[in-house]
Protein backbone atom coordinates (compact mmCIF):
# COMPACT_ATOMS: atom_id res chain seq x y z
CA UNK A 1 0.00 0.00 0.00
CA UNK A 2 1.36 3.38 -1.04
CA UNK A 3 1.25 6.86 0.98
CA UNK A 4 -1.49 8.17 -1.23
CA UNK A 5 -3.49 4.66 -0.42
CA UNK A 6 -2.82 5.04 3.39
CA UNK A 7 -3.69 8.75 3.19
CA UNK A 8 -7.11 8.04 1.29
CA UNK A 9 -8.05 5.07 3.68
CA UNK A 10 -7.44 7.68 6.96
CA UNK A 11 -9.61 10.21 5.57
CA UNK A 12 -12.47 8.26 4.71
CA UNK A 13 -12.22 6.29 8.10
CA UNK A 14 -12.71 9.44 10.05
CA UNK A 15 -15.41 11.03 7.61
CA UNK A 16 -16.77 8.30 4.99
CA UNK A 17 -19.49 10.99 3.58
CA UNK A 18 -16.01 13.17 2.66
CA UNK A 19 -16.80 14.06 -1.13
CA UNK A 20 -14.34 12.90 -3.86
CA UNK A 21 -13.88 16.41 -4.11
CA UNK A 22 -12.75 17.58 -0.60
CA UNK A 23 -10.94 14.38 -0.31
CA UNK A 24 -8.93 15.19 -3.79
CA UNK A 25 -8.70 19.01 -2.15
CA UNK A 26 -7.10 17.63 0.86
CA UNK A 27 -5.01 15.35 -0.70
CA UNK A 28 -3.54 17.41 -3.04
CA UNK A 29 -4.56 15.01 -6.25
CA UNK A 30 -6.98 15.27 -9.23
CA UNK A 31 -11.10 14.00 -8.08
CA UNK A 32 -10.48 11.96 -11.41
CA UNK A 33 -7.81 10.26 -9.46
CA UNK A 34 -9.18 10.07 -6.14
CA UNK A 35 -12.54 8.57 -7.69
CA UNK A 36 -10.40 5.70 -9.35
CA UNK A 37 -8.80 5.28 -6.18
CA UNK A 38 -11.26 4.63 -4.53
CA UNK A 39 -12.88 2.30 -6.86
CA UNK A 40 -9.76 0.15 -6.74
CA UNK A 41 -9.42 -0.15 -2.83
CA UNK A 42 -13.19 -1.24 -3.06
CA UNK A 43 -12.51 -3.92 -5.78
CA UNK A 44 -9.58 -5.26 -4.02
CA UNK A 45 -11.77 -5.27 -0.64
CA UNK A 46 -9.37 -2.99 1.45
CA UNK A 47 -12.00 -0.78 1.64
CA UNK A 48 -15.27 -3.11 2.74
CA UNK A 49 -17.94 -0.93 3.02
CA UNK A 50 -19.33 2.43 4.79
CA UNK A 51 -22.00 2.60 8.21
CA UNK A 52 -22.37 5.33 10.69
CA UNK A 53 -22.02 5.27 14.09
CA UNK A 54 -25.24 6.25 16.02
CA UNK A 55 -26.25 7.02 19.25
CA UNK A 56 -29.63 5.01 19.62
CA UNK A 57 -29.77 6.17 23.40
CA UNK A 58 -30.63 9.66 21.93
CA UNK A 59 -33.93 10.21 20.71
CA UNK A 60 -35.38 6.94 20.01
CA UNK A 61 -36.55 3.24 22.20
CA UNK A 62 -35.09 1.54 19.46
CA UNK A 63 -32.75 -0.47 22.13
CA UNK A 64 -30.77 -3.20 21.30
CA UNK A 65 -28.75 -5.27 24.04
CA UNK A 66 -24.71 -5.89 22.92
CA UNK A 67 -22.79 -8.95 24.39
CA UNK A 68 -19.43 -9.46 23.98
CA UNK A 69 -18.88 -13.66 24.45
CA UNK A 70 -15.68 -14.52 25.10
CA UNK A 71 -15.29 -18.46 23.45
CA UNK A 72 -12.68 -21.04 23.75
CA UNK A 73 -12.66 -23.18 20.83
CA UNK A 74 -11.12 -26.65 19.63
CA UNK A 75 -9.24 -25.93 16.67
CA UNK A 76 -9.42 -28.05 13.83
CA UNK A 77 -7.04 -29.60 11.90
CA UNK A 78 -5.81 -28.03 8.71
CA UNK A 79 -8.01 -24.60 9.28
CA UNK A 80 -6.83 -23.65 12.57
CA UNK A 81 -9.61 -21.50 14.10
CA UNK A 82 -11.22 -20.30 10.35
CA UNK A 83 -13.69 -22.46 10.18
CA UNK A 84 -15.35 -22.15 13.77
CA UNK A 85 -14.98 -18.64 13.46
CA UNK A 86 -16.57 -18.78 10.02
CA UNK A 87 -19.76 -21.12 11.71
CA UNK A 88 -19.76 -18.57 13.81
CA UNK A 89 -20.09 -15.02 11.62
CA UNK A 90 -22.59 -16.80 10.04
CA UNK A 91 -25.19 -16.16 12.50
CA UNK A 92 -27.04 -12.87 11.63
CA UNK A 93 -26.52 -12.06 15.72
CA UNK A 94 -22.89 -12.08 15.25
CA UNK A 95 -21.54 -8.37 14.47
CA UNK A 96 -18.12 -8.86 15.29
CA UNK A 97 -15.47 -11.94 15.88
CA UNK A 98 -11.76 -11.61 16.63
CA UNK A 99 -9.62 -14.27 17.48
CA UNK A 100 -7.69 -13.22 20.50
CA UNK A 101 -4.76 -14.05 22.44
CA UNK A 102 -5.40 -14.77 25.96
CA UNK A 103 -7.84 -17.21 28.10
CA UNK A 104 -10.15 -17.17 24.88
CA UNK A 105 -9.70 -17.67 21.51
CA UNK A 106 -12.38 -15.61 20.12
CA UNK A 107 -14.60 -12.59 20.69
CA UNK A 108 -17.79 -12.20 19.36
CA UNK A 109 -20.09 -9.58 19.28
CA UNK A 110 -23.81 -9.58 18.85
CA UNK A 111 -26.77 -7.59 19.09
CA UNK A 112 -30.61 -9.10 20.39
CA UNK A 113 -33.69 -7.14 21.37
CA UNK A 114 -33.64 -8.24 25.31
CA UNK A 115 -31.07 -10.21 27.19
CA UNK A 116 -33.16 -13.26 27.43
CA UNK A 117 -32.57 -13.25 23.12
CA UNK A 118 -28.79 -13.09 23.72
CA UNK A 119 -28.93 -16.23 26.35
CA UNK A 120 -30.65 -18.23 23.91
CA UNK A 121 -28.30 -17.65 21.04
CA UNK A 122 -25.11 -18.79 23.33
CA UNK A 123 -27.18 -21.25 24.72
CA UNK A 124 -29.01 -22.62 21.73
CA UNK A 125 -26.65 -21.71 18.97
CA UNK A 126 -23.26 -20.76 19.90
CA UNK A 127 -22.46 -23.37 22.82
CA UNK A 128 -24.03 -26.00 20.87
CA UNK A 129 -21.25 -25.82 17.70
CA UNK A 130 -18.88 -29.10 17.97
CA UNK A 131 -15.42 -26.88 18.76
CA UNK A 132 -17.03 -24.85 21.36
CA UNK A 133 -15.84 -25.54 24.52
CA UNK A 134 -16.93 -22.63 26.86
CA UNK A 135 -18.49 -19.31 26.64
CA UNK A 136 -18.28 -16.30 28.96
CA UNK A 137 -20.92 -13.79 28.21
CA UNK A 138 -20.77 -9.94 29.22
CA UNK A 139 -23.28 -7.40 28.71
CA UNK A 140 -22.53 -4.05 27.56
CA UNK A 141 -24.26 -1.69 29.98
CA UNK A 142 -23.35 1.70 28.03
CA UNK A 143 -21.08 3.07 25.46
CA UNK A 144 -18.64 5.60 25.95
CA UNK A 145 -16.42 5.57 23.35
CA UNK A 146 -16.84 3.45 19.74
CA UNK A 147 -14.54 3.81 17.24
CA UNK A 148 -12.59 7.40 18.24
CA UNK A 149 -16.33 8.71 18.94
CA UNK A 150 -17.21 9.75 22.44
CA UNK A 151 -20.75 9.04 23.14
CA UNK A 152 -21.17 11.75 25.66
CA UNK A 153 -24.01 13.05 27.81
CA UNK A 154 -22.93 15.85 29.61
CA UNK A 155 -24.41 19.99 27.75
CA UNK A 156 -20.76 21.01 27.21
CA UNK A 157 -19.77 17.46 25.10
CA UNK A 158 -22.55 17.60 23.35
CA UNK A 159 -20.00 17.97 19.84
CA UNK A 160 -19.02 14.47 18.43
CA UNK A 161 -15.10 14.29 19.56
CA UNK A 162 -12.99 12.25 17.37
CA UNK A 163 -9.67 10.89 19.19
CA UNK A 164 -6.50 11.33 16.85
Do not use: C
Amino acid sequence: MDAKERELLQLIEKNGRLENSTIARLMGVSEDETKQLIEKLEKEKVILGYSAIINWTKGTDEGAVTAMIDVKVTPKRGVGFDKVAERIYRFPEVKAVYLMSGVYDLSVSIEGKTMAEVGRFVSEKLSTLDSVLSTTTHFILKKYKHDGLVFSENEEDKRIVVSP
